[in-house]
């Protein structure tokens, strides 16, 4: 009994010490930035140090250009996640149950899922010009991809028991995919959305780098045109900042959504 | 009769999809849409010769080392950190960071710290593609198998022989997993650096024939870029079916089991 007690503490214990080294790391890191240019390790003009990074990016706060280009990459990436794990998922369930047409669409599948989504760059130009549609079609493109394949998995991944379980109870089809394919597949449609919303970051920016559409890739092209630095630095940082606020919060949904799951379960016993 | 029926099912689609393309785009006169047959010509014409050697092989090239420079340093980097509780501890929020980085933001940083050489857009492809391969390693490692860790140590394995036989050949599976999602990023972060900071390779190339409206020889290096995809995601599944053979024996062992 006593040893069961003395359990919890000992964990919030470890706990604490890896939060503790975490943060001296992040410390750590951003010190060994600020002082590398200082003493000259890397060139000064082209790596500043990370309190002027920090400074210009408070400036940028202030400025009304920085928000509206915030606002369209994240309305650029939203869109375009969107239209992905909803066609993603549609195709993937259509897939997923027909076992022939998942057979005649598999080679095609594997020759179209490679091709780099930036091959379509010229394309898109000429097709669309710098607009935020040509972004969208790379951004579509690529996240598609991520989702269709994962739902695919989660749907053919259908315990036989249960699928005949529910033929058993002569459940219809539509109580056939709200409680026979869908809790089964959930966990995969997850997963797609995890890596769809981060392929379609990358491809948001890379669209707005390359092709110029409006938004924070195009304010970081701008800046290095102009060799406003300090601007380019402080817009990586942000660009960052947005993918790890957007990988937080979908893996906190993720484990709210799959919270009765047996993997998520198992995960909470264990930290 | 089966042998027979799979195979159609396999080649169906495509065929089917690419007559349609050929047939249906024949005669085209839309000038951005040009015949699958004015494409395939200009491809000939376009991408064999001096123009292989010297606007492909350079950016394969360059491909090809950084992303092996990303899997080494990945996975030595992996293993190191794997292996200790408290350097874990203490990187794993930087690490977590740095991974998060959109990786064609880096494009603008490069060029600004090293001009738009070989150098920059192989720096690029590793800094872009690292992260895959040394989270996973980290994972690997951490996750071998207890029981094998216990008999190395009985045994005394340690040193090299345990590096190569317990910790790199329990993390191997997971390591592979990371290669292959650097490959298509490896792929990307090559197009998009020559495409922004450069006067030559495959993604300067083709950009500079949209900009030339040369609108077939466009949509030809639209098709090599996407043959090149096809090709090295093809050739990383025999590497990997090599290299992991038996762990998908293993595996394939205990489902029958």
Redo the contacts between chains.
């Keep these: 009994m006593v040893a069961v007690a003395a359990r919890p503490p000992r964990v919030t214990g470890r706990r604490f010490?890896?939060v503790t080294?975490?943060?001296?790391?992040?410390l750590?890191?951003a010190l060994v930035l600020e002082v590398a240019p200082r003493i000259g390790i890397?060139?000064i003009d082209?790596?500043p140090p990370t309190s002027q990074i920090l400074v210009t990016l408070a400036d940028q706060l202030g400025q009304e250009s920085f928000w509206t280009a915030l606002l369209r990459t994240l309305g650029t990436w939203a869109n375009g996640l969107l239209i992905a794990v909803v066609a993603g998922t549609a195709v993937g369930v259509l897939l997923g149950s027909l076992p022939?047409l998942h057979?005649?669409?598999?080679?095609?599948v594997e020759?179209l899922?490679?091709?780099?989504?930036?091959?379509?760059?010229?394309?898109v130009?000429?097709?669309y010009g710098p607009t935020v549609r040509s972004t969208l079609v790379l951004v579509v493109y690529a996240a598609f991809w991520q989702m269709m394949v994962q739902v695919v998995h989660g749907v053919v991944d259908v315990d036989p028991i249960a699928r005949d379980t529910a033929r058993s109870f002569r459940l219809g089809p539509w109580a056939r995919v709200r409680y026979v394919i869908w809790p089964s597949a959930l966990p995969y449609v997850m997963t797609g959305i995890r890596l769809a919303a981060a392929v379609a970051?990358?491809l948001?920016?890379?669209g707005e780098?390359?092709i110029g559409s409006p938004g924070l890739?195009k304010e970081?092209?701008n800046?290095?045109q102009s060799n406003a630095?300090r601007v380019?630095?402080a817009?990586?940082v942000v660009?960052?900042?947005?993918?790890?606020l957007?990988?937080v919060v979908i893996r906190q949904v993720e484990r709210r959504v799959l919270a009765w799951h047996p993997s998520a379960r198992a995960e909470a016993v264990v930290r | 009769m089966r042998f027979l029926l799979r195979a159609l099912l396999a080649v169906g689609l495509p065929v089917v999809l690419v007559a349609a393309w050929w047939f249906g785009s024949a005669g085209s006169q839309d000038f951005y849409w040009p015949s699958l047959s004015t494409i395939v010509d200009a491809f000939g014409r376009t991408w064999t010769g001096a123009m292989f050697t010297e606007q492909v092989f350079p950016s394969l090239w360059r491909l090809l080392v950084g992303y092996l420079l990303a899997v080494v340093v990945g996975v030595a980097l992996g293993v190191l950190i794997g292996t200790f509780r408290s350097v874990r501890s203490l990187l794993e929020p930087v690490l977590e960071f740095l991974r998060a980085f959109p990786p064609p933001v880096l494009v603008p940083a490069a060029i600004l710290l090293s001009g738009i050489g070989d150098r920059t857009k192989i720096l690029v492809i590793v800094f872009g593609c690292v992260w895959p391969v040394l989270l996973n390693t980290i994972e690997g490692v951490r996750g071998r198998d207890e029981v094998l860790s216990d008999t190395c140590r009985t045994y005394r394995v340690t040193g090299l022989l345990r590096l190569r036989h317990l910790v790199l050949r329990a993390a191997s599976p997971q390591i592979v997993t990371g290669a292959r999602q650097a490959l298509p990023l490896a792929i990307i972060l090559m197009v998009i650096s020559e495409m922004m900071a450069a006067n030559e390779g495959l993604g300067f190339t083709v950009l500079q024939f949209q900009r030339g409206f040369q609108i077939p020889e466009m949509w030809s290096g639209v098709l090599l870029l996407g043959v090149i995809g096809i090709v090295l995601s093809l050739l990383f599944r025999v590497a990997e079916r090599s290299l992991l053979g038996w762990y998908h024996g293993q595996r394939a062992g205990q489902r029958e089991w």
């Excluded at chain 1, 490679?114 to 010229?122: C, E, N």
């Excluded at chain 1, 660009?239 to 790890?244: A, S």
């Design positions: 010490r890896s080294l975490g943060a001296a790391g992040l750590g890191f890397v060139p082209f790596a022939l057979a005649a669409t598999a080679t095609t020759f899922r490679p091709i780099p989504s930036v091959a379509l760059i010229p394309l130009i000429v097709l970051l990358i948001t920016v890379t780098l390359v890739g970081i092209d800046a290095q630095v380019v630095y817009l990586i660009t960052g900042i947005l993918g790890v957007i990988n």
